[in-house]
């Protein structure tokens, strides 16, 4: 099994990827675990390192709606948090994380990125990133998972990307919503390390 290099979400710490080992730097040879927003940084490293494989876990490769891409938020709302976090960065994280997690799902802790620029410099990420027009540059295998439930990304996004992108393999835990390697961590190890 290759070293892995873990990649947070928006608003996590990348303490949150603990649970499932230390993680190296992005390098060749090494494979990239991304969350989300995590999940597009590990794309775009994949177009110019010979990564040894992505995992994906609620992926996507734009954030937001433009164009012929409908798959994602309206931009007003990642300018609306940009706002916010200006003068509530806890309120706007609370309500983030709230939209994580479906009914019957445990909300679970989620380790918070603090410095504020980071959290700004993620959103404008989100808000300004399309890799659509560069998914043929990854030519690594690419494991993705998705919630089924996800009300963030919907998981027509993943099956969009998954078909995309040469060597791909896509999983959807029907039940779950953003964050199934946070609610289900036995799961998610199991299925981390299948080969």
Known sequence: MPPRAF????????????PFGTGVPIGPGVEVVGWSLGAMQALEAAMTIDVAGLVLVAGTP?????????????????QRMLRVLDTDPDGLLDDFERSMFVPGEERVPIPRETDPETLAT???????ASLLDRLEE??????LLHGGADRLIPVAAAETLAAALPHADLTVWE?????PHLTQ???FRVWLDAT
Do not use: K, M, N
């Open 175 to 179: 039940e779950a919503g953003h964050a």
């Open 185 to 187: 961590p036995d799961r």
């Open 138 to 143: 990854v030519r690594c295998p690419v494991r």
């Open 7 to 18: 990649l947070p979400g928006w608003g996590a710490s990348a303490t949150l990827w603990e």
């Open 62 to 78: 734009q954030f937001v709606r433009g164009g012929a891409w409908q798959l994602g938020w309206s931009p007003r709302i990642l």
């Open 122 to 128: 993620g959103l404008r990420y989100l808000d300004e």
